[in-house]
């Protein structure tokens, strides 16, 4: 079974700043996906970026970035000019490649706090 | 706009009963999770449906119930056999069957045993 480690429970960064969240995860398979979800005070769970395994390049979105290390099985977010919208449970997940592999592994969060 | 609801936002139950917990999307969507949330722990699967009238169980089922009747709709039903509901409940949908790799979640439901 795969598993899902955020080591952090909690992060803080100065406004403008940047901060890097880690996650690791353990598996055996060579294809998969990964993802990190944003959870606010509202707590509906949002989309932030994900990774496919089978792709070398990084993925990016604005000010989101991941840095992937397959071998080593790390992907952590990096959050560049943070801002105070930024502040949530940030959680990294798993999911197994292929029809029949729906279900996602989450981790234990990383609570990010912004400071002004 | 294309969305997911879940209802009520705030629930509560006496010991020993049912109740149903509601999740619609209209994104088109063919598969739909469910997702129990406690503190400082990550979600977990419940049950997921890839289409109508078939659905399986994820990694705690025990206690709980679903049925997949419409496409859009996925209820869950917490029953008096489930032990310590009290959580936060989560409903997802993806895609479909080609291309199910991104679940896409709605505000989900904080269920409480009185």
């Known amino acids: 079974a795969q598993t899902v480690t955020q080591s952090q429970p909690e992060m803080s960064v100065q406004e403008a700043e940047t901060v890097t969240l880690s996650c690791t995860y353990d598996?055996?398979?060579?294809?998969?996906?990964l993802f990190w979800y944003k959870q606010p005070p509202s707590r509906q769970m949002i989309l932030v970026i994900r990774q496919e395994a089978y792709k070398q390049q990084n993925a990016t979105e604005n000010r989101f970035s991941v840095n992937f290390q397959k071998a080593a099985k790390s992907f952590s977010l990096k959050i560049s000019d943070s801002q105070l919208g930024d502040a949530a449970m940030y959680f990294c997940a798993y999911r197994s490649f292929g029809f029949g592999n729906e279900k996602l592994t989450f981790g234990t969060g990383t609570r990010l706090t912004i400071i002004p | 706009d294309g969305g997911i609801t879940q209802s009520p936002k705030y629930l509560f139950r006496k010991e020993g009963q049912n109740v149903t917990l509601s999740c619609e999307q209209n994104?088109?969507?063919?598969?739909m999770y469910w997702y129990r949330q406690d503190p400082g722990q990550g979600l977990r699967l419940i049950y997921y449906?890839?289409?109508?009238?078939?659905?399986q169980k994820g990694d705690i089922a025990e206690g709980y119930s679903v049925s997949r009747e419409k496409k859009e709709s996925f209820p869950l039903t917490v029953t008096s056999a489930q032990k310590n509901p009290t959580a936060f409940y989560l409903c997802?949908?993806?895609?479909?069957?080609?291309?199910?790799?991104?679940?896409?979640f709605g505000p989900g439901t904080r269920l409480t045993v009185l």
């Open positions: 598996t055996s398979e060579s294809d998969y996906y």
């Open positions: 994104l088109n969507h063919d598969a």
């Open positions: 997802a949908s993806s895609p479909g069957l080609v291309y199910t790799d991104t679940q896409y």
């Open positions: 449906s890839q289409i109508v009238n078939d659905f």
